[in-house]
């Protein structure tokens, strides 16, 4: 499985921003489902597919967050930025 990968401290409230030049899916997890995820297995996580970008998915709690990108199987030479809005 292919994927890009960004960890970082959020906040409750922060919004993941996320924008690709390819339909994508993105995936915004806890460090176990994360861990759960790269082994194949089942795990829980906001975001999913997106067609329109940019995708904006809202942290639901403070802590380490796991973001991924990937094309679904799919291979591509892809652009991508991921961005933090910070809560006020």
């Not at 861990?35 to 906001?46: F, K, N, P």
Request: glycine letters at 12%; aromatic letters at 10%; one cysteine or more.
């Amino acid at each position: 499985m292919q994927f890009l990968h960004q960890r970082e401290y959020l906040h409750q409230g922060d919004v993941v921003v996320v924008n690709c030049s390819h339909r994508c899916n993105i995936r915004l997890m806890s460090d176990s489902d994360f861990s759960s995820y790269r082994r194949g297995g089942s795990h829980h996580h906001y975001g999913g597919h997106y067609d329109r970008l940019p995708a904006r998915i809202a942290v639901p709690e403070d802590g380490y967050w796991n973001i991924t990108l990937d094309l679904g199987g799919g291979s591509a030479s892809i652009r991508h930025s991921i961005g933090i809005l910070k809560a006020a």
